[in-house]
């Protein structure tokens, strides 16, 4: 692995305005990621991952601890971090091709700081529409997508603006079966080739094992780094490596203390 990238470092965060004594979401996260790392997150239903992962993507603030992006705070958001949702946030204007390019505006050329001219928006909004497999619908609006089609633009449009990290929220939580096995295997090519940091929010087990180099399990509120996993199966994985008798060990191993997990809160 790199250099770190992601330095998050005692992360406390409690929601004040909700109820009295308010909802503690974090409760000390320590966490590195390195560069060009894939770390996927799992954990019980409101254990904190989507505010850890806000928080990363400087949406949501915090009460205590720091969250460093090559060494400085982050106190924001900004174009070195891409946020794809669940709920494949797409403007209903915009044909597929304008949704990818709706990004690139805020592009600037290294080391100059040009912007982009419409060809060269064009030509790397080409590259990610071929990389989603979306040739042809170039110009069709998400009202006459399917929900997976919906999710590929989301995930080019991710990686279209070229950022150093890609910050993924379940974003295949809302796919059927077979088209989060397809995308899941898209994901995985384009990090074999892009190697994009990724930090990719699930509740599938399985699909954490598959796509990571690292699975972080999160313990039930308040949100606690419970266990890091480091997953040693070489790449280029694609479901075939489910087979694999070690992935299978991986997924006993991680099962075993998710279910510990589940035990403990139902006592
Ligand atoms: N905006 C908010 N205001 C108040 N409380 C919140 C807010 N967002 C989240 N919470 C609370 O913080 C806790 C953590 O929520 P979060 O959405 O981070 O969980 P999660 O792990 O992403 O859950 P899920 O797997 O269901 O998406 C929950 O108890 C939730 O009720
Ligand atoms: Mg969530």
Known sequence: MGKTLITINDVHKIYHDAGNAGIRALDGIDLTIAENEFVCVIGPSGCGKTTLLNIIAGLEPYDSGEVLMDGRPILG????????????????????????EYGMKFLRKEPDGIRYTGAEKRALADHYIHMVNLQGFEDVYPKALSGGMKQRVAIARGYAVNPQVLLMDEPFGALDAQTRAQLQEE?????????????????????????????????????????????????????????????????????????KMFLEVRK
């Open 77 to 100: 958001p900004g174009v070195d971090r891409g946020v794809i949702f669940q709920q494949y946030a797409l403007f209903p204007w915009m044909t597929v091709r304008r949704n990818i």
């Open 187 to 259: 994901l995985l090519l384009t990090w074999e080739s892009e190697q994009k940091t990724c930090f990719f929010i699930t509740h599938d087990v399985e699909e954490a094992i598959l796509l990571a180099n690292r699975v972080v399990i999160m313990s039930a509120r308040p949100g606690r780094v419970k266990d890091i996993v480091n997953i040693d199966l070489p790449y280029p994985r694609s479901q075939a490596t489910k087979l694999d008798p070690a992935f299978i060990d991986y997924r006993n191993r991680i099962w075993d203390t998710v279910y």
